[in-house]
C-alpha cells in the first residue's frame, strides 16, 4: 500500500443560520484504506461529506485532497455516493452509463456493464421500472466504475435487504485500487464493520474518536458496533 496523506482537514468549522454544525475537525486520511465515519442521524455525517465533495463551503477550515485545495480539480479525483439519488429516472440504464462515460474521464463503462449483470439488473429497463432499492444499485456500481482516488458513500446500504447488502460490501471491497480510500457514512455498523480498516466516530458535529479498526476492537474487546454503541448509549 503506499502510503500518502490523500484526504487532509484542518480546524474545519461549519454553521448554518449560527447553528454549529461541525467544530473544529482535525482529520487525515492515507490511501489505501476503507474507512467508516459512523456516527447516529443528524450529527454532521452528510455536511462533512458535502464539504468534502465542494458541495458546501466551510465557514472556516481547510480541506487538502492530495495536497490540493478543493475545487474543480479535487472533483476529477472523487467518485461520491450522495444519500439520495440524482439520476434522470427517465433514462435507460445504458443511457445513464453513456452520460458517465461522457462526464467522467477516469469511468470505466465495461466494468459497470459487468457489474450491473452480476446483480441482475437490465442495462435497457428505465430507473422509474425499478424499485429504490434496484435505483441505489445501480448509482452504487456508477460511482464504483470511477477510477477515482477516493470514494465517498454516503449511507450506501439504507435501501437495500440484507442479502444485497453483503454483494454491495463485496463490490466495494473487489472495485477500489490500493491507491485508493473508501469512505462510508453509515449508521449500520454491524453490517458493514467486516470490511473497515479504520474508524471515525462523529457527534454533535465532533470527532470523538478516529482508530484502527482491529486495534479498537482488540483493546476494547468488543465489535466496533458495540463500541459505538457504548459510547453513545444507542
Do not use: W
Not at 484542518?10 to 489505501?32: H, P, R, T
Amino acid at each position: 500500500m503506499i502510503n500518502m496523506k490523500l484526504l487532509e482537514i484542518k480546524d474545519l468549522n461549519k454553521s448554518f443560520d449560527n447553528k454549529e454544525i461541525l467544530k473544529d475537525i482535525n482529520l487525515s486520511i492515507q490511501s489505501g484504506k476503507i474507512i467508516g465515519l459512523l456516527g447516529k442521524n443528524g450529527v454532521g455525517k452528510t455536511t462533512l461529506i458535502k464539504l468534502i465533495n465542494d458541495l458546501l463551503t466551510p465557514t472556516s477550515g481547510e480541506i487538502l485532497i492530495k495536497g490540493q485545495k478543493i475545487g474543480i480539480e479535487t472533483k476529477k479525483v472523487i467518485s461520491y455516493l450522495p444519500e439520495r439519488t440524482y439520476l434522470n429516472k427517465q433514462m435507460k440504464v445504458s443511457e445513464v452509463i453513456s452520460y458517465f462515460e461522457d462526464f467522467y474521464d477516469n469511468f470505466d463503462s465495461e466494468k459497470a456493464v459487468k457489474l450491473l449483470k452480476e446483480l441482475d439488473l437490465d442495462i435497457n429497463q428505465k430507473l422509474t421500472q425499478m424499485s429504490k432499492g434496484m435505483q441505489e444499485k445501480v448509482q452504487l456500481v456508477l460511482v464504483m466504475s470511477r477510477n477515482a482516488d477516493l470514494y465517498v458513500l454516503d449511507e450506501p446500504l439504507g435501501g437495500v435487504d440484507p442479502a444485497t447488502r453483503d454483494y454491495i460490501l463485496d463490490t466495494i471491497l473487489s472495485n477500489f485500487n490500493e491507491n485508493a480510500s473508501v469512505i462510508i457514512s453509515t449508521h449500520l455498523i454491524s453490517d458493514i464493520e467486516k470490511i473497515l480498516d479504520e474508524v471515525i466516530f462523529i457527534d454533535k458535529g465532533q470527532i470523538v474518536l478516529q482508530s484502527d479498526a482491529d486495534k479498537l476492537r482488540n483493546k476494547e474487546n468488543a465489535s466496533i458496533d458495540e463500541i459505538f454503541r457504548r459510547m453513545f448509549k444507542c
